[in-house]
């Protein structure tokens, strides 16, 4: 068993030499954090496959301004949507506007 020499990096458990002829399992040094679980990602995250299901293949990429930004998360959640959904909307009520000229 592996004796921990003094400098070199703490582990989670460290090993110390056994007391009697068994050996004895290291205990967790208090001083160490404890690992938490990784958190599980909202149910609300999208995986390829959904997006493949909602017809959402195409990647789109552009710049806008902060608050342009802001807005659109903040009608997102305030409504419950999806950004993209967000945006589809928007779109669509532009086109209809302009038809209507």
Do not use: C, W
């Not at 909602?54 to 806008?64: E, K």
Request: net charge positive; charged share 30%; proline share 9%.
């Amino acid at each position: 068993m592996k004796i921990s020499k003094p400098g070199k990096h703490k582990t989670r458990y460290p090993v110390s030499a056994p007391t009697d002829s068994t050996e004895t399992l290291a205990t967790p040094d208090p001083a160490l954090p404890i690992r938490e679980k990784p958190q599980q990602p909202p149910a609300s995250v999208l995986d390829g496959r959904s997006l493949q299901a909602t017809g959402r293949t195409a990647q789109l990429n552009f710049r806008v301004r902060h608050d342009t930004k802001e807005k659109l998360y903040s009608i997102a959640k305030r409504t419950g949507r999806m950004f993209v959904e967000v945006l589809e909307e928007a779109l669509d009520l532009y086109e209809k506007k302009l038809d209507g000229r």
